[in-house]
């Protein structure tokens, strides 16, 4: 019984070594393409306030723009 032990106790300690706790780490990068360095220093892209600029002035000319009239111009004299 005490060699099945002793036996026992080896395979736990060579199993811990195998399954990673004494390896290294692998960690995988994502690959990043080179920039030019006068695009990256210009920007290369809209500023960031022209997009809601552009949904709100839509927004205001759709409300300029709607045919709801309060006046009664058509109503009979």
Known sequence: MKKFFIVLGMFVLAGAAYAGGLSDA??????????????????????????????????????????DDDDDSTAPA
């Open 26 to 67: 692998i960690t995988e990068t994502v690959p990043m393409a080179p920039m030019d360095d006068a695009v990256a220093s210009e920007g290369g892209s809209l500023p960031s306030w022209v997009i809601p600029a552009a949904i709100v002035a839509i927004l205001i000319g759709v409300a300029v723009s709607s045919g």
